[in-house]
Structure formats: structure tokens, C-alpha cells
């Protein structure tokens, strides 16, 4: 029996580079995300969170000096989905980025993006996080030389369902630890014994995660500036022998334990106004150990900052 008429027409392997999409056209697509006819798969839950991370663009930042910086930028962004709703459009998610692409970007911008979410996705919540390495120029200790320091930063803000932002800024700060007990044991040695003992010291690192107030501004280069005055020993980037001596003097005046790096900090940060929030995570990559010491400090404000933090391998430099 002739079955040829049922068989399908085979379909064509090409790229027809002449189509034009019409508005017919795109309106004939199938949109599964927004379907009410297809059925949800799993449990007919609430998602708290679903979108897209990772997705990188330049932007323009505010430089420590006023100038304006290109910087490119790794973003996530992400929304609530209702229960009865099966997805959401995540090209959404870069498209409405996009729109504000040459804007200043700050964490004042976050609210405007945040709303626009909110509405585009119909979502209730709306989170965003951008996170950047940022230049500042560092002069030596003693020499005059100046070198670019870059830190770890992101801004992210989120928007609840009663159109509540919050703003926050995170804040990498890399610095030389010397240990107090290593110091008073190689003094030891040398007064008693005569020996040479050198105490160890170590690079470390401390995450400033902080909750600016909603009608106040914070900059990236005043956090950094707190973060000197706190801990002083901050690594260097351009360096004579003057400056490594001025280096050695320094860690020698200022020994810290990673206790006493997270109350420094601590001490910094609760005496800002604009601050309504922070926590602190310091981590010593030990020179000693084969191990690193840590210390995770809160202001402790109810529905704030939490000290659990689990991810500390992810402080490594």
C-alpha cells in the first residue's frame, strides 16, 4: 500500500538570511513562559527568586576624583514568580538593564531599575546585584610613587512587595595581618636567647557588606578610606625599599588578630550615619596554618545583617 501521502514533508536544511519577521509573524510565535494552556511541572509553589545571572555590560561609575569610569560589569537579576504562573520572559531581565546602560550608575539608580522590573515581569520582589572591580590611584608610604589598587565591589538593592528598596554596597578590602602572639614570641627569642626570629604576617582580606540609608549616599572611595583608618596596613601596590621598610614598621605598629581586625572595622563603620546597616567578614590566610582564621561581625539591628556566612573560601586573593 502507498503511503507516501502521510509521510511529512522533509523539512530543509538551510539559513534563510531574506526572511523578515512581521508582526503577523512574531505573533504567531508560541510563548510557553505565559501560556495558560501548558500544564506546570513539579509543585504549585511560589518562586522566591528566578532570573538571569552573570550577564556582563559596561557601565559608567563616578570616579574617586570626579571623573567618570567605564567599567565592565558582571550582573544578576532576578524576581519573584507567583504560584500559578508558569515562568517569566528573562530576556526581560537584560532588556530593562539595558534602558539605563548610560546612566551613572550607583546604588541610587537601583530603585528606578528595580520598579521597572516589578512592573515589565509582574512581580511582586525584584533583586538586583552588579558587581565591578573598581580602580583607585594609591600613593607609596614614603617614595612619592603611585600605583592603581583595584577593589572587589558590588552594588545590589532589593524591592519588596510594598515597594520598600534597600541598598546596599559590598566592599572588598585586601590588608597584611602581623600576628601579635608570632611578634611578642620573636622578641622573646631575641632578648633570651639572641637568635634571629621573624614573626609571620600574612595577606588577608575583610568583605564590608553595608545597608545605606534610603535618602543618604555613600562612596566607594569613603568606604575605603574607613576601611584605612580602621585596619592602616592595607597591601601596596608600588613599592621602593622605603616603602617596604615603611611597610614592616607599619605591620610592626599595628599587629592584629582577626578578632581584633573585625572590632577595628566594626568601630569604623557603627560611627557613620548614613549606615543603617553592615556586617563584617574578615579572613587571615594563615602563613602558620594550613588553615585560615575567620571572623564574621553584625551590627545586630532586628531584620538586619545575620552572621552566618558560610562561603569563605570565596574571600581567597
Not at 211 to 232: A, T
Amino acid at each position: 500500500m502507498d503511503t507516501s501521502k502521510d509521510q511529512s514533508k522533509p523539512l530543509k536544511k538551510e539559513y534563510d538570511e531574506s526572511f523578515t519577521v512581521t508582526p503577523e509573524y512574531r505573533a504567531s510565535l508560541p510563548d510557553v513562559q505565559n501560556s495558560g494552556d501548558v500544564e506546570r511541572e513539579g509543585a504549585h509553589v511560589p518562586i522566591l527568586q528566578v532570573g538571569i545571572s552573570g550577564f556582563r555590560i559596561p557601565l559608567r561609575f563616578d570616579g574617586p576624583d570626579g571623573e567618570n569610569l567605564t567599567i565592565e560589569t558582571k550582573v544578576t537579576g532576578t524576581v519573584s514568580l507567583e504560584a500559578e504562573k508558569k515562568g517569566i520572559n528573562m530576556s526581560r531581565i537584560i532588556r530593562i538593564f539595558y534602558e539605563y546602560k548610560e546612566e551613572v550608575f550607583s546604588p541610587e539608580i537601583l530603585g528606578k531599575i528595580l520598579r521597572h522590573y516589578k512592573l515589565k515581569l509582574d512581580s511582586r520582589e525584584a533583586r538586583i546585584k552588579a558587581d565591578f572591580s573598581y580602580p583607585m590611584v594609591q600613593q607609596s608610604l614614603r617614595s612619592g610613587l603611585e600605583g592603581y589598587q583595584y577593589y572587589g565591589c558590588s552594588f545590589e538593592g532589593m524591592i519588596d512587595r510594598a515597594d520598600r528598596v534597600r541598598k546596599i554596597i559590598h566592599f572588598d578590602f585586601v590588608y597584611s595581618s602581623a600576628c601579635p602572639c608570632a611578634s611578642e614570641l620573636s622578641e622573646h627569642a631575641r632578648e633570651t636567647r639572641d637568635l634571629l626570629a621573624i614573626p609571620h604576617s600574612q595577606r588577608s582580606k575583610t568583605r564590608v557588606s553595608v545597608e545605606v540609608h534610603p535618602d543618604r549616599e555613600l562612596s566607594l572611595l569613603e568606604l575605603r578610606d574607613m576601611c584605612i583608618n580602621g585596619l592602616k596596613t592595607e597591601t601596596q601596590v608600588m613599592v621602593r625599599r622605603e616603602d617596604e621598610q615603611a611597610f614592616a614598621e607599619m605591620n610592626g605598629a599595628k599587629v592584629k588578630f582577626v578578632e581584633d581586625a573585625a572590632r577595628l572595622l566594626f568601630s569604623q563603620l557603627s560611627d557613620d550615619s548614613r549606615i543603617i546597616d553592615f556586617r563584617v567578614v574578615c579572613s587571615h590566610f594563615e602563613s602558620l596554618h594550613s588553615h585560615d582564621a575567620v571572623a564574621v561581625l553584625c551590627r545586630g539591628i532586628d531584620g538586619g545583617f545575620r552572621a552566618e556566612y558560610e562561603d569563605f573560601s570565596n574571600l581567597i586573593v
